[in-house]
T-cell receptor, first 110, second 116 residues
Framework: GQQVMQIPQYQHVQEGEDFTTYCNSS?????IQWYKQRPGGHPVFLIQ?????EVKKQKRLTFQFGEAKKNSSLHITATQTTDVGTYFC??????????FGTGTRLTIIP | GAVVSQHPSWVICKSGTSVKIECRSL??????MFWYRQFPKQSLMLMAT?????????EQGVEKDKFLINHASLTLSTLTVTSAHPEDSSFYIC????????????FGEGSRLTVL
């Protein structure tokens, strides 16, 4: 079936270090979205990528969509304690719903 | 952004009883809402797509008689867990999109169900 895998599953970083999570799809995606879920909270939309090779930035966050539209990454520069949470990618396979990735849980060591 | 509200935030019930969870779009009309289940430290698993005025579309492996979905208005979808058992204990979250079925999703706060 259509799956979206994320690596790593967990990441512990020292505050100020960079962080990257990778998202891989089994097949080509129409678009990909990224969400952040704080501990005990609900997912909140971060960004949507549509074009092959697209790169978008939001302050310290950089999102990329692969040329083949099968993978994506989220990079956070100089992490802060407010970045704690689980980051999910969600892929659109053209089947009128989003398939969420397995998520990467980020913890920050102060 | 759009606001989706979910109620109750948490509920504890006895085994064998039924529990209803409400999902409301507060400032927009949602012809489609999505219901997810999330186990601790795991991903969001889509259970069903709720369609206003018609039957919900359930994902493979989700019992439609167990998880009843009603979407009677453009701002309200309900999920009823019937004859709940301890294995139904989970975090249930709804979402809706303002722009199409695969646009940005706005999530409710989630409902944590504990079945004793």
């Amino acid at each position: 079936g259509q799956q979206v895998m994320q690596i790593p599953q967990y990441q512990h970083v020292q505050e100020g270090e960079d962080f990257t999570t990778y998202c891989n799809s089994s097949t080509t995606l129409s678009n990909i979205q990224w969400y952040k879920q704080r501990p005990g909270g609900h997912p909140v939309f971060l960004i949507q990528l549509v074009k092959s090779g697209e790169v978008k930035k939001q302050k310290r966050l950089t999102f990329q969509f692969g040329e083949a539209k099968k993978n994506s990454s989220l990079h956070i520069t100089a992490t802060q304690t407010t970045d704690v949470g689980t980051y999910f990618c969600a892929g659109d396979f053209g089947n009128e719903k989003l398939t969420f990735g397995t998520g990467t849980r980020l913890t920050i060591i102060p | 952004g759009a606001v989706v509200s979910q109620h109750p935030s948490w509920v504890i019930c006895k085994s064998g009883t039924s529990v209803k969870i409400e999902c409301r779009s507060l400032d927009f009309q949602a012809t489609t809402m999505f219901w997810y289940r999330q186990f601790p430290k795991q991903s969001l698993m889509l259970m069903a797509t709720s369609n206003e005025g018609s039957k919900a579309t359930y994902e493979q492996g989700v019992e439609k008689d167990k998880f009843l979905i009603n979407h009677a208005s453009l701002t309200l979808s309900t999920l009823t867990v019937t004859s709940a058992h301890p294995e139904d204990s989970s975090f249930y979250i709804c979402s809706a999109s303002v722009q199409g079925l695969t646009g940005e999703l706005f999530f409710g706060e989630g409902s944590r169900l504990t079945v004793l």
